[in-house]
């Protein structure tokens, strides 16, 4: 019988592939492990630097509350503004845009007035000579900078309290300015009747009044230049003859930018009311400064006037006695000088000679003190005598007394004394053209 035994034998291939796979595991969790504590080592490390860093660093104050004015200027300088809203003087936002039509450059209406009420004839942007200016508003651009405005949360536009102001000296005025500012033919032309005549009914010799006759000057002055250049007579010589009221420098400088050309054309028109005050208007601006003395003579304003002084009365009326003391002014040119040394004396003579009218006699004598020296004059003509009417009493003006050199008041006597023993303690200083410079 035979007995069947058993062998136990042990699979050697299950044992490598467990012992591999334990091998496996305990690598992977040792390198788990390792990076953990790599990142522990790490995290240490930075904590430590930010307390080292908070150690050397003194305490942070807490921010102050910023104001209004404040926030709104810190928005604005970090919104970026385009550069066509930018105003090319300021560097702000145009609130007003305009066009320098001569350039074609776009600037701020109230800036651009300023620049040039100081004097300058160059356009900002490019430095070219205007010898006319002329602005037109661009509203399709006032809209789109308001638009961005609102969406950038930035402030936009001019608190215009004129109306108010305007409607306490009188309530009809908003309505009269509107109306020429909107209105057009004889609608816009009787309501620069009714202001025109508003303005010569005001006492402007009593502040309140003054003020009054500025602040109504100012809200129709673009309007007025608007109807120098493009109304029909009449509505041109009512706005020569508003423009005319304007006595303050930054007034006549704006005036002389932008409406000495239309003057010297309208001096000539051949409507009387129209060539009176555009005379008045250009005695005005002949004495804003040198650079609108030479606008003038380049557009030929002092021969114009030479003609109206050669004229008869009746045909200009009392635009010869402007026109001449116009001339005196302009003499400070030395072009328009040179002009009027030449064809000027006998104009001037015959209107001084033969003249009835006072104030004539009084501004041709200004004239050919301020053109001629004492030999240049001829017979007939004594400087004595040109000064004794060049310097005659108001009341002489007013045909209170028939001598010029008789009814002056003791404010003419005294500044009449003051101006004389001036010029004798320092005439052997002066030239001849120098003297002439101070009758004017």
Not at 404 to 426: C, D, I, K, M, Y
Request: with cysteine; hydrophobic share 40%; glycine share 6%.
């Amino acid at each position: 019988m035979v007995i069947a035994t058993q062998t136990n034998t042990f699979d050697w291939n299950s044992i490598h592939v467990s012992l591999g796979s334990a091998t496996i595991c305990i690598g992977a969790i040792s390198y788990i492990g390792y990076q953990f504590w790599k990142l522990k080592c790490r995290a240490n490390e930075a904590l430590a630097r930010q307390e080292s860093f908070q150690a050397r660093t003194p305490p942070r104050k807490e921010p102050q509350p910023n104001t209004p004015d404040d926030d709104a200027g810190l928005y604005e300088l970090e919104t970026e503004i385009p550069d066509e809203f930018k105003d090319p003087i300021t560097l702000g936002i145009i609130q007003d845009p305009v066009i320098l039509c001569p350039t074609g450059q776009v600037y701020c209406y109230s800036t651009l007035r300023q620049w040039f009420a100081t004097g300058n004839r160059l356009c900002p942007r490019t430095n070219i000579t205007l010898n006319d200016v002329q602005v037109t508003r661009a509203p399709w651009l006032r809209q789109m900078i308001k638009e961005f405005c609102e969406t950038k949360g930035l402030e936009f536009g001019l608190e215009d309290i004129s109306k108010q102001r305007l409607a306490e000296i009188d309530a009809n005025l908003p309505g009269w300015i509107t109306c020429i500012s909107s209105d057009s033919g004889p609608r816009r032309m009787h309501a620069v009747s009714l202001v025109y005549n508003f303005l010569r009914s005001l006492d402007v010799q009593q502040p309140e009044k003054a003020m009054a006759h500025k602040l109504i000057r100012s809200a129709v002055l673009d309007d007025m230049v608007w109807l120098l250049r493009y109304g029909d007579p009449h509505s041109q010589g009512l706005a020569a003859s508003i423009a005319a009221y304007c006595d303050t420098c930054e007034e006549v400088q704006w005036l002389s930018a932008v409406a000495t050309i239309p003057a010297v054309v309208l001096c000539s028109s051949p409507n009387t009311y129209t060539s009176q005050a555009a005379t008045r208007l250009l005695y005005n601006l002949a004495r804003a400064g040198p650079s609108t003395r030479t606008m003038i003579g380049q557009a030929g304003g002092h021969k114009s006037l030479l003609n109206i002084v050669c004229t008869e009365r009746s045909t200009y009326g009392y635009s010869r006695e402007r026109a001449a003391g116009t001339l005196a002014a302009l003499a400070k040119d030395a072009d328009i000088l040179v002009y009027l040394k030449e064809h000027a004396f006998t104009p001037l003579r015959n209107l001084f000679i033969s003249s009835d009218d006072r104030w004539e006699k009084r501004e041709s004598a200004s004239a050919l003190l301020k053109i001629f020296k004492q030999e240049e004059l001829g017979e007939g003509l004594s400087t004595n005598d040109l000064l004794e009417h060049w310097w005659c009493s108001s009341a002489w003006l007013l045909g209170g007394v028939s001598d010029p050199s008789q009814g002056h008041t003791l404010q003419e006597v005294e500044a009449r004394s003051s101006f004389e023993a001036w010029l004798e303690n320092t005439a052997e200083q002066m030239t001849d053209h120098m003297i002439r410079d101070l009758i004017t």
